[in-house]
């Protein structure tokens, strides 16, 4: 899987989980996949939603993408903030 990356926004995660490639795909002959997603994020810095916008393959790696990225942590910051993250699933 290659990093995720801000795809707007300069907010930068304190943890980051990589998510997990799904048996599901390789099981479906899918080896790679994006998917974007915008995060909510509190004043704590806690991750308090993942919502997808788009993915490619449809489907495939949204709850993937949810576990880990619900799990991310950024820095506190004096009000909620959102930006939007885009992963990339590539097996070798």
């Known amino acids: 899987m290659l990093?995720?990356?801000?795809?707007?926004g300069r907010l930068e995660p304190v943890t980051r989980e990589a998510?997990?490639?799904p048996r599901d795909?390789?099981?479906q002959g899918i080896d790679r996949g994006t998917v974007?997603?915008?995060l909510s994020i509190d004043a704590s810095g806690k991750v308090t939603?993942?919502?997808?916008?788009?993915?490619?393959?449809?489907r495939v790696f949204d709850r993937a993408v949810r576990s880990a990225l619900g799990r991310w942590t950024y820095p506190p910051g004096e009000a909620s903030?959102?930006?939007v993250v885009e992963v990339a699933f590539q097996r070798d």
């Open 3 to 8: 990093p995720a990356k801000a795809a707007s």
């Open 19 to 21: 998510p997990m490639f």
């Open 25 to 27: 795909a390789l099981a």
């Open 36 to 38: 974007r997603a915008r």
């Open 49 to 58: 939603d993942v919502e997808i916008l788009e993915a490619q393959p449809r």
């Open 81 to 83: 903030r959102t930006t």
